[in-house]
């Protein structure tokens, strides 16, 4: 039988804009009708590792094909975290701007068992290590994930690529919010390969975008 059926909004896109505000303390973001599927949402569990506030607010609708509601988080002061083993299957496609919210946590963190970044759209491990490194950050690249010492100020040394991968695009976008310079990411309309309105809701975030 026919019947209505309410797609919710892709966890990992919402994942940029949680780690955009996780390390700015006072501020807060609610993200509204949000796929909850448990099997994509491990990002909300490394967030409250690093100590970040994570409230969530699961709709009780029949017409949702998979579990959705809104997830609000405060920023604060992020502190070091590990991640790896199970985690990693339900975390895959976030990894990118895990490492970004390694970068923000003041101390060392750890990320490992991840060696099928290297087979994705570009070897995401190699071009977060180096992008990162690019922008101050202290890392050390292992060959299934990487070891980031963070808390450290942002400071662009030249232009980030991004291969044409789209999650590298936007981790280094987030990134690039909390840095002390304006930061050039280069060949970025491969954002549009999964979320075409990026940018805008960047700049109505407060984000500054030319």
């Not at 709709?59 to 997830?71: C, F, L, M, Q, R």
């Not at 990693?88 to 990118?96: A, C, M, Q």
């Not at 690249?141 to 936007?170: L, T, W």
């Amino acid at each position: 039988k026919a019947r209505p059926y309410i797609v919710p909004g892709d966890f990992s896109s919402a994942a940029f804009w949680m780690v955009a505000v996780a390390a700015r303390p006072g501020q807060t973001l609610t993200i509204r009708n949000v796929g909850l599927n448990p099997r994509r949402t491990a990002m909300l569990d490394v967030l409250k590792s690093a100590g970040v506030s994570v409230k969530v607010k699961e709709y009780k609708s029949t017409n949702h094909i998979e579990p959705a509601g809104d997830i609000t988080i405060k920023g604060g002061k992020l502190k070091p975290f590990e991640v790896g083993g199970d985690m990693i299957p339900n975390l895959i496609d976030e990894l990118p701007v895990v490492f970004v919210l390694a970068a923000l946590a003041e101390g060392k963190s750890v990320i490992r068992d991840a060696q099928e970044l290297r087979v994705k759209e570009s070897d995401r491990i190699a071009t977060m290590a180096g992008n990162l490194k690019l922008m101050g950050v202290d890392v050390e690249e292992q060959p299934d994930g990487m070891i980031i010492n963070g808390g450290k100020p942002f400071v662009p040394e030249s232009s980030v690529r991004c291969y044409g991968d789209h999650r590298i695009a936007m981790s280094m976008a987030v990134l690039g919010t909390y840095a002390q310079a304006p930061v050039v990411i280069q060949n970025v309309a491969c954002v549009d390969t999964s979320y075409p309105g990026f940018w805008d809701h960047m700049k109505a975030l407060g984000g500054h975008v030319e």
